[in-house]
T-cell receptor
Framework: DTAVSQTPKYLVTQMGNDKSIKCEQN?????MYWYKQDSKKFLKIMFS???????INETVPNRFSPKSPDKAHLNLHINSLELGDSAVYFC?????????????FGSGTRLTVV | QQQVKQSPQSLIVQKGGISIINCAYE??????FPWYQQFPGKGPALLIA?????SEKKEGRFTISFNKSAKQFSLHIMDSQPGDSATYFC????????????FGTGTQLKVEL
């Protein structure tokens, strides 16, 4: 009974392609996030949605477009993929304003651009 | 600008020993400080967390020490076990900033038999 599930787990694609990653949570959380983990394992926030509303949008190329159809789902669409987009992308969820509960992360999507 | 600095980058400890990871932060508006544990191929998982008005928190073999005046905090793993081998991240949260979680750079811990 996975709490935060991402699909696909692995994604290999050529430069210039467009791809999407999907995320779903069944924890009843109202806030969802996308984090990027680079080759040095550094984790950095990209976006955050609260009840379908974008609340955090870090300095991310506009080739990346998140979309939240409802508070249990958050997708990430990437246009014109570049070599530098290769990373592990993590979806996470939490309850806004309840820092002490922490985040719940998915298992990640390893994106390789060739 | 790295708002949360973490050291060491890697750590090797003998089984039964104490593992110590240190972090420092700059933004005094951070209001919660969690530690995450990540195994290969998995997402980070919350290990233990502390508020800035508490100097120490212990959960089992894991203890956070917090020094608000120095803007530093550390994770101590007592009686380290091979199963503790993982990457550990300190982090800081701005609850008022959309629960934004800012991570340290990570420490790869290996516990040897």
């Amino acid at each position: 009974d996975t709490a935060v599930s991402q699909t696909p787990k692995y994604l290999v694609t050529q430069m210039g392609n467009d791809k999407s990653i999907k995320c779903e949570q069944n924890l009843g959380h109202d806030t969802m996030y996308w984090y990027k983990q680079d080759s040095k394992k550094f984790l950095k926030i990209m976006f955050s949605y609260n009840n379908k509303e974008l609340i955090i949008n870090e300095t991310v190329p506009n080739r990346f477009s998140p979309k939240s159809p409802d508070k249990a789902h958050l997708n990430l669409h990437i246009n014109s993929l570049e070599l530098g987009d290769s990373a592990v992308y993590f979806c996470a969820s939490s309850l806004l304003g309840r820092s002490w509960d922490g985040y719940t992360f998915g298992s990640g999507t390893r994106l390789t651009v060739v | 600008q790295q708002q949360v600095k973490q050291s060491p980058q890697s750590l090797i400890v003998q089984k039964g020993g104490i593992s110590i990871i240190n972090c420092a932060y700059e933004n005094t508006a951070f209001d919660y400080f969690p530690w995450y544990q990540q195994f290969p191929g998995k997402g980070p998982a919350l290990l233990i967390a502390i508020r800035p008005d508490v100097s120490e928190k212990k959960e089992g073999r894991f203890t956070i020490s917090f020094n608000k005046s120095a803007k530093q905090f550390s994770l101590h793993i007592m009686d380290s076990q091979p199963g503790d081998s993982a990457t550990y991240f300190c982090a800081a949260i701005l609850t008022g900033g959309g629960n934004k979680l800012t991570f340290g750079t990570g420490t790869q811990l290996k516990v040897e038999l």
